[in-house]
């Protein structure tokens, strides 16, 4: 079955770095695009970033463009989010997601706390 498995939250002070991780099983990574969403508290879900399977091409939101990188590996069948920058806004849980036959699916998510 379908599995996303994310990694690599935790707290950071404002300014700081992380890298998060999404490992995916189940399906051919390499043939579906993959996003990264995030939700804070109080707060609806956010598209944070994509990426297309084929070509590469990525997406971000506004707040966050020129700041997080997303990448993938199709030899690891693993998504990235590399975030520089933080600011405390960025608090969230992180969850990687994609969309197979207009089925979503996601993983459980990690939290990036982001506090001085």
């Known amino acids: 079955q379908v599995q996303l498995v994310e990694s690599g939250g935790g707290l950071v002070q404002p300014g700081g770095s992380l890298r998060l991780s999404c490992a995916a099983s189940g399906f051919a990574f390499s043939s579906y695009a993959m996003s990264w969403y995030r939700r804070a508290p109080g707060k609806e879900r956010e598209l944070v970033a994509r990426?297309?399977?084929?070509?590469?091409?990525?997406n971000y939101a506004a707040s966050v463009k020129g700041r997080f990188t997303i990448s993938r590996d199709n030899a690891k069948n693993t998504l990235y989010l590399q975030m520089s920058s933080l600011k405390p806004e960025d608090t969230a849980a992180y969850y990687c997601n994609t969309r197979l036959i207009l089925i979503d699916y996601w993983g459980q998510g990690t939290q990036v706390t982001v506090s001085s």
């Open positions: 990426i297309t399977s084929t070509s590469g091409s990525t």
